[in-house]
């Protein structure tokens, strides 16, 4: 479980709070992340299945590889900042026809 919490605490995931005291779930430890693109993404680390479960936008994936789930968040990140990017380019655009030339 160490690894899976170490890369996720680079990845800026915090675990819930709580996560010590729960007794009834020693084999499942639960971290967010909060973007403001994609909004709550949970992972649940689970012991007995020896993974993690991402839930991001009401889906779930499951990982128990280290080299999916660094891809998979790598898209998340790319589609956010292809996101931003149109925001953006609508944003100049519309300033632009704004002006009086």
């Not at 160490?2 to 995931?13: E, G, P």
């Not at 479960?53 to 891809?71: A, M």
């Amino acid at each position: 479980m160490s690894m899976y919490r170490s890369y996720l605490l680079k990845n800026q995931f915090w675990a819930k709070k709580g996560n010590e005291k729960d007794h009834n779930l020693e084999s499942e430890k639960v971290f967010i992340k909060h973007d403001s693109e994609v909004g709550g993404i949970y992972a649940i680390i689970n012991t007995e299945k020896k993974g993690v479960k991402i839930i991001v936008n009401g889906e779930e994936h499951w990982f128990n590889n280290f080299d999916k789930l660094d891809s998979f968040l790598g898209r998340l990140k790319q589609r956010e900042d292809d996101f931003m990017k149109i925001l953006r380019r609508k944003n100049l655009s519309k300033r632009l026809r704004t002006l009086d030339i």
